[in-house]
């Protein structure tokens, strides 16, 4: 497939699988994949949990911030992979609307169910949201965070009993077709 320049965010909770759409979805469609986290890694020399431990949420989130504004202003074709919190604050919705509105950027809502992602992050990546109740602060974060998510998306897809290939292939029809808001989900 020839690349195209269509710029696509992918936001949710972590654990709903945003990397690791973003990577084939990006392959898929001849784009760079951009992960927030992960580029705020390398430039900081440092892990999220690190971040959060040394400097505080606080101190990530202004560092979300600017990569996440960094990568929308990527000229080309790019899929990001949003940090899980990018939707918390107001700076970043209002980053992600205005590249909507006058960019084409489409923001897509990657959810699952908060049972589904305490199984799914209890595996791999240590989450420091995380050290206590996974469940409980899934569930309260979900709770929190899905209008947040909604507010700023242009395409919704429940990702809790889908695979990967799945969920591509729904995003790339509703891209392909330009259906808004395809939740995707199976009941």
């Not at 949990?49 to 040394?54: A, H, L, Q, Y």
């Not at 049972?115 to 979900?142: C, F, I, N, W, Y």
């Amino acid at each position: 497939m020839t690349a195209t320049s269509e710029t696509i965010v992918l936001v949710g909770l972590m654990g709903t699988g945003k990397t690791t759409v973003a990577k084939v979805l990006a392959t898929r469609r001849g784009l760079e994949c951009l992960d927030t986290d992960r580029m705020i890694e390398a430039r900081e020399g440092k892990s999220v949990r690190d971040i959060f431990s040394n400097a505080g949420e606080d101190s990530f989130r202004n560092l979300e911030t600017a990569m996440l504004t960094e990568c929308l202003q990527r000229p080309g074709g790019v899929v990001i992979a949003a940090a899980g919190g990018a939707v918390v604050r107001e700076e970043n919705r209002r980053v992600l609307d205005d590249a909507r509105q006058h960019k084409g950027v489409i923001v897509v809502w990657l959810h699952a169910r908060p049972e589904v992602l305490a199984q799914r992050t209890a595996k791999g990546v240590h989450r420091p949201l995380l050290d206590q109740d996974r469940q409980a602060t899934l569930e309260k974060m979900s709770e929190e965070r899905g209008p947040l998510y909604a507010s700023v998306a242009d395409i919704v897809i429940d990702v809790s009993d889908r695979d990967v290939d799945s969920i591509v292939g729904l995003l790339i029809e509703a891209l392909d077709e330009g259906q808004l808001m395809l939740d995707g989900s199976n009941g």
